[in-house]
């Protein structure tokens, strides 16, 4: 073998095994263990939190998805201060818990759990939302949080068909949401939303303009394979992540917040009908 084909060889194998240590870190987040619709559900029942308004029910439900930190009182004391008072219940989902998950950095890092393969959580919530006596299983809707977003607009972009690293769970509990509201949600790689962006069920999205997190723009992208118009869009210019309630970020903008909570009570009046 010639000399400059023999360092060639050499310098493309000694850039693959550094290309393979690089994706390492990253190898339960490419490879998940393989899931299904059924242990999704048992995994996430006992970590369900329902909070209702005052009445017997049952009640059109929002099922909420925390970030990529994981699910904080800051989160329910926001969401139940904006979305109780307006006769809707609130069902949030712990996936970290689920998986005991303590350690939300790698989740952040993309590391471990991506929103591809969570989506499987918004099927199993769905279904297990749809058991409970105090939720009304024909109005449901979803909303995230940028890591959560995410999971919804996967679990909305396959469609019921099988994602990463789970078997096709099929579509019959997406018939049961009427909209979804995403909050500064990750649309970068790599997100299934990408290849296929669902217009269904009605969707609002709230996004900061500033930002640090995630890329709005990413989402912007992804919204240029719809129709204008198809998918509501609200671009705060001045907010940053998390600008919606109270967090280690210290992004919290209060008017910008009070802006955000109207729209998005207004969008699931449309959507899920007025409260009783």
């Given at each position: 073998m010639?000399?400059?084909?023999?360092?060639?060889?050499?310098?493309?194998?000694?850039l693959?095994?550094?290309?393979?240590?690089g994706?390492?870190?990253?190898?339960?987040?490419?490879?998940?263990e393989a899931?299904?619709?059924?242990?999704?559900?048992?995994?996430?029942?006992?970590?369900?939190?329902?909070?209702t308004?005052?009445?017997?029910?049952?009640?059109?439900t929002?099922?909420?998805?925390?970030?990529?930190s994981?699910?904080?009182?800051?989160l329910?004391d926001?969401?139940?201060?904006?979305?109780?008072?307006?006769?809707?219940?609130?069902?949030?989902?712990?996936?970290?818990?689920?998986?005991g998950?303590?350690?939300?950095?790698?989740v952040c890092?993309?590391?471990?759990?991506?929103?591809?393969q969570?989506?499987l959580?918004?099927?199993?919530?769905?279904?297990?939302?749809?058991?409970?006596?105090?939720?009304?299983?024909?109005?449901?809707?979803?909303?995230g949080?940028?890591?959560?977003?995410?999971?919804?607009?996967?679990?909305?972009?396959?469609?019921?068909?099988a994602?990463?690293?789970?078997?096709?769970?099929?579509?019959?509990?997406?018939?049961?949401?009427?909209?979804?509201?995403?909050?500064?949600?990750?649309?970068?790689?790599p997100?299934?939303?990408?290849?296929?962006?669902?217009?269904?069920?009605?969707?609002?999205?709230?996004?900061?303009?500033e930002?640090?997190?995630?890329?709005?723009?990413?989402?912007?992208?992804a919204l240029r394979?719809?129709?204008?118009?198809?998918?509501?869009?609200?671009?705060?210019?001045?907010?940053?992540?998390?600008?919606?309630?109270?967090?280690?970020?210290?992004?919290?903008?209060?008017?910008?917040a009070?802006?955000?909570?109207?729209?998005?009570?207004?969008?699931?009046?449309?959507?899920?009908?007025?409260?009783?």
């Open positions: 010639r000399r400059p084909l023999r360092w060639l060889l050499i310098a493309l194998a000694l693959s095994i550094a290309a393979l240590l994706l390492y870190p990253y190898r339960t987040a490419l490879l998940p899931d299904d619709l059924a242990s999704a559900k048992a995994r996430l029942a006992p970590h369900l939190r329902l909070f308004p005052a009445g017997s029910g049952p009640f059109a929002v099922l909420v998805f925390h970030g990529c994981g699910q904080h009182q800051a329910l926001s969401v139940n201060d904006w979305l109780l008072p307006a006769g809707y219940a609130a069902l949030f989902v712990d996936s970290h818990g689920a998986r998950i303590d350690d939300w950095r790698p890092a993309g590391k471990q759990l991506w929103g591809n969570r989506a959580d918004v099927y199993a919530a769905i279904e297990l939302a749809a058991e409970l006596p105090r939720v009304d299983g024909r109005r449901l809707a979803l909303l949080f940028s890591h959560g977003g995410w999971s919804i607009l996967d679990a909305l972009a396959y469609g019921g068909a994602g990463h690293g789970f078997a096709a769970p099929g579509r019959q509990g997406l018939e049961r949401v009427r909209a979804a509201i995403l909050y500064y949600p990750y649309c970068g790689f997100a299934q939303l990408r290849r296929h962006m669902s217009a269904q069920p009605p969707q609002l999205m709230l996004l900061a303009g930002d640090h997190i995630t890329d709005h723009r990413q989402c912007l992208e394979q719809l129709q204008p118009g198809a998918i509501q869009v609200q671009r705060y210019a001045n907010a940053d992540h998390v600008f919606d309630h109270l967090s280690d970020l210290a992004t919290y903008q209060p008017q910008l009070k802006d955000a909570q109207q729209r998005a009570r207004s969008f699931l009046r449309s959507h899920l009908g007025p409260a009783p």
